[in-house]
């Protein structure tokens, strides 16, 4: 099958077809390109950005759930104190985000179902 199709597409460049062809293979390679490189790259400058940020004091989570405050910063090594008196390594780059991101976004989270909710209760006042 595979072969059968590889010469078809050789026989097809001894003709010089329209380049119509080559586009429509093109197009949508280069698309699923574009669509997995662009994300990963915004992820990667938003997680760069985030190890820039890390400061002494400054409350984590980790990508394995783990929340602490970090008590020292070493190049590729954040100490964190989970505890008092229990302080943990780890590598900067399993710092997923700080506390402070984390409440910002539940918080949004929050206030976007609390909205329904209200909506969903005066709804039901009017109607009785």
Same mark, same amino acid.
């Given at each position: 099958m595979t072969t059968n199709l590889l010469s078809l597409v050789l026989a097809q460049s001894d003709n010089q077809g329209s380049p119509l062809g080559l586009l429509i293979?093109? &197009?949508?390679?280069?698309?699923?390109?574009?669509?997995?490189i662009v994300p990963q790259r915004k992820q990667r400058q938003k997680q760069a950005e985030l190890m820039s940020r890390l400061a002494v004091g400054e409350e984590v989570l980790t990508n394995g759930g783990i929340i602490g405050t970090i008590t020292y910063l070493e190049d590729d090594v954040a100490h964190i104190e989970v505890d008092s008196d229990? &302080?943990?390594? &780890?590598?900067?780059?399993?710092?997923?985000?700080?506390?402070?991101?984390?409440?910002? /976004?539940?918080?949004? /989270?929050?206030?976007?179902?609390?909205?329904?909710? /209200?909506?969903d209760g005066a709804d039901d006042a009017d109607g009785e």
């Open positions: 293979l093109l &197009v949508p390679m280069g698309a699923i390109l574009w669509l997995t229990v &302080v943990i390594r &780890v590598a900067k780059g399993a710092i997923s985000r700080t506390t402070s991101e984390a409440a910002a /976004a539940a918080s949004g /989270a929050r206030r976007t179902r609390g909205g329904a909710k /209200a909506d």
